[in-house]
Protein backbone atom coordinates (compact mmCIF):
# COMPACT_ATOMS: atom_id res chain seq x y z
CA UNK A 1 0.00 0.00 0.00
CA UNK A 2 2.98 2.12 0.96
CA UNK A 3 4.59 1.55 -3.03
CA UNK A 4 1.31 2.43 -4.16
CA UNK A 5 0.34 6.09 -2.75
CA UNK A 6 3.72 7.06 -3.35
CA UNK A 7 3.46 6.08 -6.98
CA UNK A 8 -0.52 7.69 -7.03
CA UNK A 9 0.93 10.74 -5.56
CA UNK A 10 4.16 11.42 -7.70
CA UNK A 11 1.87 11.24 -10.52
CA UNK A 12 -0.65 13.47 -8.94
CA UNK A 13 1.89 15.80 -8.00
CA UNK A 14 3.63 15.63 -11.79
CA UNK A 15 -0.04 16.21 -13.20
CA UNK A 16 -0.54 19.06 -11.14
CA UNK A 17 2.82 21.12 -11.61
CA UNK A 18 2.49 20.26 -15.47
CA UNK A 19 -0.97 22.27 -15.34
CA UNK A 20 0.32 25.05 -12.82
CA UNK A 21 3.07 25.42 -15.52
CA UNK A 22 0.25 25.67 -18.16
CA UNK A 23 -1.72 27.87 -16.35
CA UNK A 24 1.44 30.58 -15.42
CA UNK A 25 2.26 30.75 -19.05
CA UNK A 26 -1.42 31.17 -20.55
CA UNK A 27 -2.44 34.59 -21.56
CA UNK A 28 -5.91 33.84 -19.69
CA UNK A 29 -5.25 33.13 -16.05
CA UNK A 30 -7.04 30.06 -15.16
CA UNK A 31 -7.20 28.82 -18.14
CA UNK A 32 -5.86 25.40 -17.55
CA UNK A 33 -6.84 25.20 -13.76
CA UNK A 34 -10.22 26.30 -13.99
CA UNK A 35 -11.44 22.81 -15.57
CA UNK A 36 -9.76 21.29 -12.69
CA UNK A 37 -11.46 23.49 -10.03
CA UNK A 38 -14.76 22.65 -11.41
CA UNK A 39 -13.81 18.77 -11.76
CA UNK A 40 -12.81 18.63 -7.84
CA UNK A 41 -15.95 20.61 -7.30
CA UNK A 42 -17.62 18.47 -8.33
CA UNK A 43 -16.52 15.40 -6.89
CA UNK A 44 -16.11 16.62 -3.44
CA UNK A 45 -19.61 18.00 -3.62
CA UNK A 46 -20.54 14.25 -4.31
CA UNK A 47 -18.48 12.99 -1.40
CA UNK A 48 -20.09 15.45 0.55
CA UNK A 49 -23.41 14.08 -0.17
CA UNK A 50 -22.74 10.60 -0.02
CA UNK A 51 -21.50 11.05 3.84
CA UNK A 52 -24.13 12.65 4.77
CA UNK A 53 -26.49 10.54 3.00
CA UNK A 54 -25.20 7.71 5.25
CA UNK A 55 -26.88 9.30 8.70
CA UNK A 56 -29.97 10.68 6.90
CA UNK A 57 -30.03 14.47 5.37
CA UNK A 58 -30.19 14.36 1.81
CA UNK A 59 -30.03 17.32 0.15
CA UNK A 60 -31.37 18.00 -3.85
CA UNK A 61 -28.04 16.76 -5.83
CA UNK A 62 -28.77 18.67 -8.52
CA UNK A 63 -29.16 22.04 -6.08
CA UNK A 64 -26.05 21.52 -4.31
CA UNK A 65 -24.18 20.97 -7.50
CA UNK A 66 -25.46 23.67 -9.30
CA UNK A 67 -24.90 25.84 -6.29
CA UNK A 68 -21.49 24.92 -6.18
CA UNK A 69 -20.39 25.43 -9.83
CA UNK A 70 -21.94 28.93 -9.77
CA UNK A 71 -20.02 30.02 -7.00
CA UNK A 72 -16.94 28.58 -8.57
CA UNK A 73 -17.49 30.32 -11.85
CA UNK A 74 -18.85 33.41 -9.95
CA UNK A 75 -14.80 33.57 -9.28
CA UNK A 76 -13.96 33.19 -12.33
CA UNK A 77 -16.45 33.92 -15.22
CA UNK A 78 -16.00 37.73 -14.40
CA UNK A 79 -12.67 37.92 -15.01
CA UNK A 80 -12.91 35.97 -18.31
CA UNK A 81 -15.88 38.28 -19.38
CA UNK A 82 -14.26 41.63 -18.26
CA UNK A 83 -10.70 40.54 -20.31
CA UNK A 84 -13.57 39.62 -23.52
CA UNK A 85 -15.90 42.51 -23.23
CA UNK A 86 -14.87 45.12 -21.48
CA UNK A 87 -10.87 44.68 -23.50
CA UNK A 88 -8.76 44.47 -20.91
CA UNK A 89 -5.11 43.17 -21.67
CA UNK A 90 -5.14 39.56 -21.49
CA UNK A 91 -4.16 38.30 -17.82
CA UNK A 92 -5.96 41.28 -16.16
CA UNK A 93 -5.71 40.02 -12.29
CA UNK A 94 -8.34 42.09 -11.01
CA UNK A 95 -11.48 44.56 -12.37
CA UNK A 96 -11.14 48.00 -13.07
CA UNK A 97 -13.23 50.23 -10.70
CA UNK A 98 -14.86 51.71 -13.66
CA UNK A 99 -16.23 48.14 -14.96
CA UNK A 100 -19.55 47.69 -12.85
CA UNK A 101 -18.72 44.27 -12.27
CA UNK A 102 -16.02 45.28 -9.84
CA UNK A 103 -18.99 46.49 -7.96
CA UNK A 104 -20.46 43.26 -7.47
CA UNK A 105 -19.45 40.63 -5.04
CA UNK A 106 -20.44 37.33 -7.35
CA UNK A 107 -19.29 34.86 -4.87
CA UNK A 108 -21.35 35.84 -2.09
CA UNK A 109 -24.67 36.69 -4.66
CA UNK A 110 -23.84 32.58 -5.80
CA UNK A 111 -23.78 31.67 -2.20
CA UNK A 112 -26.91 33.60 -1.32
CA UNK A 113 -28.81 32.36 -4.73
CA UNK A 114 -27.99 28.67 -3.80
CA UNK A 115 -28.96 29.26 -0.20
CA UNK A 116 -32.72 30.92 -2.48
CA UNK A 117 -32.76 27.23 -4.11
CA UNK A 118 -32.49 24.90 -1.84
CA UNK A 119 -35.24 26.74 0.65
CA UNK A 120 -37.29 26.71 -2.76
CA UNK A 121 -36.73 22.95 -3.47
CA UNK A 122 -37.25 21.64 0.01
CA UNK A 123 -40.69 23.90 0.04
CA UNK A 124 -41.60 21.71 -3.43
CA UNK A 125 -41.18 18.62 -1.61
CA UNK A 126 -41.97 19.01 1.47
CA UNK A 127 -44.55 16.16 2.59
CA UNK A 128 -44.23 15.57 6.24
CA UNK A 129 -41.80 17.02 9.05
CA UNK A 130 -38.96 15.64 10.63
CA UNK A 131 -36.30 16.02 7.44
CA UNK A 132 -36.12 19.37 5.85
CA UNK A 133 -33.74 21.18 8.42
CA UNK A 134 -31.10 18.59 7.78
CA UNK A 135 -31.74 19.12 4.07
CA UNK A 136 -31.40 22.93 4.26
CA UNK A 137 -28.16 22.26 6.82
CA UNK A 138 -26.62 20.15 4.68
CA UNK A 139 -27.31 21.71 1.48
CA UNK A 140 -25.53 24.73 2.90
CA UNK A 141 -22.84 23.15 5.06
CA UNK A 142 -21.51 21.31 1.63
CA UNK A 143 -21.68 25.09 -0.55
CA UNK A 144 -19.63 27.12 2.10
CA UNK A 145 -17.31 23.89 2.92
CA UNK A 146 -16.62 23.17 -0.83
CA UNK A 147 -17.71 26.02 -2.93
CA UNK A 148 -17.01 29.35 -1.06
CA UNK A 149 -13.61 27.36 0.32
CA UNK A 150 -12.40 26.23 -3.35
CA UNK A 151 -13.30 30.17 -4.07
CA UNK A 152 -10.66 30.91 -2.60
CA UNK A 153 -8.39 28.92 -4.21
CA UNK A 154 -9.09 30.20 -7.74
CA UNK A 155 -8.68 34.07 -6.02
CA UNK A 156 -5.25 33.46 -4.86
CA UNK A 157 -4.35 32.04 -8.40
CA UNK A 158 -6.21 35.70 -10.08
CA UNK A 159 -5.21 38.18 -7.35
CA UNK A 160 -1.25 37.01 -7.02
CA UNK A 161 -0.61 34.20 -9.57
CA UNK A 162 0.48 30.55 -10.02
CA UNK A 163 2.68 31.22 -7.42
CA UNK A 164 0.07 31.71 -4.75
CA UNK A 165 -1.45 29.13 -5.39
CA UNK A 166 1.68 26.87 -5.55
CA UNK A 167 2.65 28.37 -2.52
CA UNK A 168 -0.29 27.44 -0.15
CA UNK A 169 -0.28 23.66 -2.03
CA UNK A 170 3.44 23.02 -1.83
CA UNK A 171 2.99 24.81 2.18
CA UNK A 172 0.26 22.59 3.37
CA UNK A 173 0.81 19.36 1.47
CA UNK A 174 4.68 19.35 3.40
CA UNK A 175 2.73 19.68 6.78
CA UNK A 176 0.35 16.54 5.91
CA UNK A 177 3.67 14.59 4.96
CA UNK A 178 5.14 16.04 8.54
CA UNK A 179 2.37 14.70 10.41
CA UNK A 180 1.71 11.37 8.79
CA UNK A 181 5.61 10.72 8.76
CA UNK A 182 6.71 11.59 12.26
CA UNK A 183 3.62 10.26 13.97
CA UNK A 184 4.07 7.28 12.49
CA UNK A 185 7.97 6.92 13.30
CA UNK A 186 8.37 8.46 16.97
CA UNK A 187 4.31 9.47 17.77
CA UNK A 188 3.53 7.89 21.18
CA UNK A 189 0.60 10.62 22.35
CA UNK A 190 -2.47 11.28 21.19
CA UNK A 191 -3.73 14.37 19.79
CA UNK A 192 -7.65 13.53 19.44
CA UNK A 193 -8.15 9.81 20.09
CA UNK A 194 -11.76 10.30 19.21
CA UNK A 195 -11.48 12.06 16.23
CA UNK A 196 -8.60 10.20 14.57
CA UNK A 197 -6.82 7.94 16.47
CA UNK A 198 -3.85 7.80 14.50
CA UNK A 199 -3.06 11.77 14.93
CA UNK A 200 -0.28 12.55 17.82
CA UNK A 201 1.22 15.04 19.17
CA UNK A 202 4.53 14.23 17.85
CA UNK A 203 2.66 14.46 14.44
CA UNK A 204 1.82 18.46 15.33
CA UNK A 205 5.26 19.71 16.06
CA UNK A 206 6.15 17.28 12.70
CA UNK A 207 3.12 19.24 10.74
CA UNK A 208 4.64 22.90 12.11
CA UNK A 209 8.50 22.16 11.08
CA UNK A 210 7.60 20.65 7.58
CA UNK A 211 4.88 23.11 6.53
CA UNK A 212 7.52 25.59 7.91
CA UNK A 213 10.26 24.49 5.61
CA UNK A 214 7.29 24.37 2.68
CA UNK A 215 7.22 27.95 3.31
CA UNK A 216 10.45 28.79 2.87
CA UNK A 217 10.68 26.39 0.06
CA UNK A 218 8.21 28.60 -1.67
CA UNK A 219 9.40 31.61 -0.58
CA UNK A 220 12.90 31.41 -1.23
CA UNK A 221 12.69 29.44 -4.12
CA UNK A 222 9.34 28.56 -5.92
CA UNK A 223 7.58 32.18 -5.73
CA UNK A 224 10.65 33.81 -7.31
CA UNK A 225 11.54 31.84 -9.97
CA UNK A 226 7.45 31.60 -10.89
CA UNK A 227 7.66 35.29 -11.05
CA UNK A 228 10.78 35.48 -13.42
CA UNK A 229 8.96 33.17 -15.55
CA UNK A 230 5.62 34.70 -15.78
CA UNK A 231 4.09 35.61 -19.46
CA UNK A 232 4.05 39.05 -20.57
CA UNK A 233 0.78 39.12 -21.04
CA UNK A 234 0.22 38.14 -16.99
CA UNK A 235 -0.03 41.15 -14.57
CA UNK A 236 0.00 40.35 -10.91
CA UNK A 237 -1.51 42.10 -8.29
CA UNK A 238 1.19 43.67 -5.62
CA UNK A 239 0.52 45.30 -2.62
CA UNK A 240 2.46 48.82 -2.14
CA UNK A 241 5.07 47.46 0.90
CA UNK A 242 7.18 44.56 0.78
CA UNK A 243 6.62 41.42 2.22
CA UNK A 244 8.44 41.50 5.76
CA UNK A 245 11.33 38.96 5.51
CA UNK A 246 9.93 36.42 8.85
CA UNK A 247 6.29 36.22 6.71
CA UNK A 248 7.43 33.20 5.68
CA UNK A 249 8.06 31.87 8.87
CA UNK A 250 4.76 32.69 10.33
CA UNK A 251 2.47 32.02 6.62
CA UNK A 252 4.15 27.96 7.82
CA UNK A 253 3.30 28.24 11.13
CA UNK A 254 -0.11 29.08 10.51
CA UNK A 255 -1.15 26.88 7.64
CA UNK A 256 0.53 23.65 9.27
CA UNK A 257 -1.64 24.23 12.24
CA UNK A 258 -4.75 25.13 10.09
CA UNK A 259 -4.20 22.04 7.81
CA UNK A 260 -3.73 20.25 10.58
CA UNK A 261 -6.82 21.12 11.92
CA UNK A 262 -8.74 20.56 8.20
CA UNK A 263 -7.78 17.25 8.60
CA UNK A 264 -9.47 16.89 11.90
CA UNK A 265 -12.55 18.96 10.50
CA UNK A 266 -12.81 15.50 7.63
CA UNK A 267 -12.16 13.55 10.13
CA UNK A 268 -15.16 14.73 12.18
CA UNK A 269 -17.48 14.41 9.41
CA UNK A 270 -16.20 10.87 8.55
CA UNK A 271 -16.42 10.03 11.99
CA UNK A 272 -20.08 10.76 12.42
CA UNK A 273 -21.21 8.91 9.49
CA UNK A 274 -18.79 6.40 10.46
CA UNK A 275 -16.63 6.20 7.29
CA UNK A 276 -13.10 5.74 6.88
CA UNK A 277 -12.81 7.20 3.96
CA UNK A 278 -15.44 10.10 2.19
CA UNK A 279 -14.87 7.84 -1.13
CA UNK A 280 -12.81 5.36 -2.76
CA UNK A 281 -11.66 7.51 -6.01
CA UNK A 282 -8.04 7.08 -5.06
CA UNK A 283 -6.91 3.50 -3.63
CA UNK A 284 -4.35 4.38 -0.59
CA UNK A 285 -5.57 7.93 -0.19
CA UNK A 286 -9.53 8.15 -0.04
CA UNK A 287 -11.50 10.17 -1.66
CA UNK A 288 -10.70 13.61 -3.18
CA UNK A 289 -12.27 14.84 -0.04
CA UNK A 290 -9.35 13.43 1.64
CA UNK A 291 -6.69 14.78 -0.27
CA UNK A 292 -8.31 18.48 -0.34
CA UNK A 293 -9.42 18.64 3.61
CA UNK A 294 -6.44 20.83 4.11
CA UNK A 295 -6.26 23.22 1.32
CA UNK A 296 -9.83 24.01 1.64
CA UNK A 297 -9.71 25.52 5.11
CA UNK A 298 -5.71 26.99 4.56
CA UNK A 299 -7.23 28.48 1.34
CA UNK A 300 -8.88 31.82 3.58
CA UNK A 301 -5.91 31.97 5.28
CA UNK A 302 -3.44 31.82 2.37
CA UNK A 303 -5.88 34.59 0.66
CA UNK A 304 -5.51 37.28 3.71
CA UNK A 305 -1.56 36.42 4.09
CA UNK A 306 -1.45 37.75 0.65
CA UNK A 307 -3.93 40.43 0.62
CA UNK A 308 -2.70 41.92 3.42
CA UNK A 309 1.21 41.94 2.49
CA UNK A 310 2.47 39.10 4.82
CA UNK A 311 4.38 37.16 2.07
CA UNK A 312 4.13 37.82 -1.48
Same mark, same amino acid.
Given at each position: ?157 ? +? ?148 ? +????
Amino acid at each position: MLRWRLVLGTAIIAALAGLCWLDHRAALPGAWLFPVAVALTILTSGEMLGLMAAVGPRPIPWVVHGANLLIVAGTWLPLLGASLVQGLPPGWPIFPPHWWGAQVDWVLLALAAGTFLAFFTEMHRFRHPGQTVANLAGAVLTMIYVGLMMSFLIRLRL +GWGVEALVSLVVTAKMGDTGAYTVGRLVGRHKLAPVLSPGKTVEGLFGALLFSTFGAWLSFAWLVPWLARTASNAELVHATDAAAPTWGWLVFGLVIGLVGLLGDLAESLLKRDVGQKDSSRWMPGFGGVLDVLDSLLLTAPVAYVAWAC +GLVG
